[in-house]
């Protein structure tokens, strides 16, 4: 039987189109359609993959706004950081274009013979994203994918559909033969499973919660199906003394309140040396008041609404009750708007600086030396990315080095480049994304002998 869901705009809470859900069986046929693709796909010669990855960076590029305004109006990202995600797809696209015809193996010396190898696609691979990066995550999926010869079926999130459908829209306008990428929208429980209990689909690449990730890799066992997790992060900004305290302050937002908070490396845990906890604190209330939430397509916009009403009430009850240090402010009326919110945790143990709020609230911790601040810092089950703000180099790398994260900045909040290995230590994930090595994560690893005496 045909489902459909409603996708809204999260900043009117509009409807703004119908898509229709996929079935078991409809899955099934699909992954059936991908199995067949992956025969002709996999002898594909190498240059010519590159060829047709390029050029599907290209007809990306060519739609580069389109996709950024359907982005806007499906995710509530604001204008230029949707934009960036688009181009995320391209850029994706063309580095793993580079990579078919240096995906090569070795040859091994051994007794008797030659020894080779050879990286061999694994088949079909289902690439599950959530709702709060749509275009970025599963283009870090199907690009390295589908450039290692894979074939791809892709699970966009119930909430944000629509630009994961155009891409696949693109795919075939780029010249990818029909099968070999295709997306299907429907319900985690349905499509999702599917991915995890089809027995031709090889490998799972899944992105979201951790505690839905925790019951996929259960699922993905019972076929010792291949497995990637990224999943949730709680990560901590380090602020030391002999920072420079107003790039630090400055900075401080952006890294928490971008996407509306919905950012798995969001730095919402803010631990600030005691001694300059007042300074930092006073520096953070102009940008914190004066981050800009509104509508998501006015250029001037840092901050859309969050996701969906359920998400706001979650959000929201990690304020209930709570003086608040800081907060800026939002639109009322339609839309699910919430403020940017900085709160003074109220111990190490505090739920606001301890869960994944996955919303724009900061909850700042001082503490009184460098261990305390790795203590507490490690004192979480994640472990994806963190922040370290200081002038002395050698605390910098020293802190970096026992921090438990995939992903560490100095003096800096960036955590994701295309060309660079990303993903979580302990439960934020399982293996890597992106970066010169992804293809592995791709590719079986065969070695062929062949005796000579
Ligand atoms: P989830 O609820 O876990 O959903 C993620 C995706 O999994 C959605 O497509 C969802 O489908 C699907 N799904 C749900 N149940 C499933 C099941 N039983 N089997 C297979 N698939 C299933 O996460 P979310 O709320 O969308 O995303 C937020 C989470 O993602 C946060 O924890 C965030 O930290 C994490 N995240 C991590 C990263 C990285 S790179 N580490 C990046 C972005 C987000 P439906 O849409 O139908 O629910």
Redesign the pocket.
């Known amino acids: 039987m045909t489902t459909t869901t409603s996708v809204r705009n999260p900043a009117t809470e509009e409807v703004l189109q119908e898509v229709e859900l996929l079935d078991e069986a409809a899955t099934d046929r699909a992954i059936e359609a991908s199995a067949r693709a992956l025969e002709s796909w996999r002898r594909v010669s190498p240059a010519d993959r590159a060829r047709l990855l390029q050029r599907f960076g290209d007809v990306v590029d060519e739609h580069l706004e389109e996709l950024a305004q359907l982005e806007v109006r499906n995710a509530g990202h604001v204008i230029g950081n949707a934009r960036g995600e688009a181009a995320n797809v391209r850029d994706v696209l063309r580095y793993y274009a580079g990579s078919p015809e240096r995906h090569g193996g070795r040859t091994i010396p051994v007794a008797g013979g030659v020894a080779m190898t050879f990286p061999e696609p694994l088949g079909v691979v289902g690439v599950?994203?959530?709702?709060?990066?749509p275009m970025p995550?599963a283009g870090w999926g199907f690009a390295p994918a589908l450039a290692a010869g894979n074939t791809v079926v892709l699970?966009?999130?119930?909430?944000t559909p629509l630009t994961a459908i155009r891409l696949g829209e693109l795919a075939l306008e780029a010249g990818l033969p029909a099968g070999v990428l295709q997306v299907l929208p429907?319900?985690?429980?349905v499509?999702?499973?599917r991915?995890?209990t089809h027995p031709a689909v090889r490998k799972v690449v899944?992105?979201?919660?951790?505690?839905?990730?925790r019951?996929?890799m259960r699922?993905c066992a019972d076929q010792i199906k291949r497995l990637t997790l990224?999943?949730?992060?709680k990560n901590a900004s380090i602020v030391f003394a002999d920072a420079d305290l107003a790039a630090a302050a400055a900075g401080a937002p952006g890294g928490a309140f971008d996407n509306s908070g919905?950012?798995?490396?969001a730095r919402s845990r803010m631990l600030v040396h005691k001694d300059v906890l007042d300074e930092v604190l006073e520096l953070l209330r102009a940008p914190v008041e004066g981050f800009r939430v509104g509508d998501p397509a006015d250029e001037d916009s840092a901050m859309g609404p969050l996701i969906c009403a359920d998400h706001r009430a979650k959000v929201a009850s990690y304020l209930d009750g709570r003086d608040v240090l800081l907060q800026g402010s939002c639109p009322q009326g339609s839309g699910y708007w919430m403020p940017p919110t900085v709160l003074r945790a109220e111990s190490p143990q505090d739920p606001a600086f301890t869960e994944?709020i996955?919303g724009p609230v900061i909850s700042v911790l001082p503490f009184a030396d460098e261990d305390e601040a790795v203590r507490v810092a490690n004192d979480t089950e994640y472990g994806?990315s963190g922040s370290i703000w200081t002038r002395d180099i050698g605390r910098a790398l020293r802190v970096a080095r026992r921090v438990e994260a995939g992903n560490l900045s100095v003096n800096s909040h960036a955590s994701v480049r295309h060309n660079t290995p990303?993903?979580?230590f302990k439960q934020?994930?399982l293996g890597r994304?992106l970066g010169p090595d992804a293809l592995e994560a791709f590719s079986e690893t065969k070695t062929v002998f062949v005796a000579t005496d």
């Open positions: 599950i994203v959530p709702w709060n990066f995550i699970k966009p999130a119930e909430l429907g319900k985690g429980s499509v999702g499973q991915f995890v899944f992105t979201g919660s951790t505690e839905v990730g019951g996929i699922g990224e999943l949730g992060g919905q950012d798995c490396c994944e996955f994806l990303f993903g979580g934020s994930g994304e």
